[in-house]
């Protein structure tokens, strides 16, 4: 999303986003491709700069966390109370 909905729309380069983010090329590379995660404080930074909030960010963070997940959790038992009969 920001890679194609903010940096790209605005016809930026990664090296001139991450200059007025105030962060490394590196960092925001990660983050874009996805080799790093959404910080909090990148949260902030990304939020003043595209006039959305830190929580929509680390939401969208979560949600993608959850998905990679979700597509690789075991399958796991129900728990019940002790000695209960089946």
């Known amino acids: 999303m920001l890679k194609y909905g903010v940096i790209e729309t605005l016809g930026l380069t990664v090296t001139a986003a991450a200059v007025k983010l105030g962060v490394t090329r590196k960092a925001l590379s990660e983050l874009l491709n996805e080799r790093a995660a959404m910080s909090p404080m990148m949260a902030i930074r990304v939020a003043q700069v595209t006039n959305t909030t830190p929580e929509s960010r680390l939401n969208?963070?979560?949600?993608?966390?959850?998905?990679?997940?979700?597509?690789?959790?075991?399958r796991v038992e129900k728990l019940e109370a002790a000695g209960a009969c089946r």
């Open 60 to 74: 969208m963070q979560v949600k993608l966390d959850l998905w990679k997940t979700e597509r690789n959790a075991p």
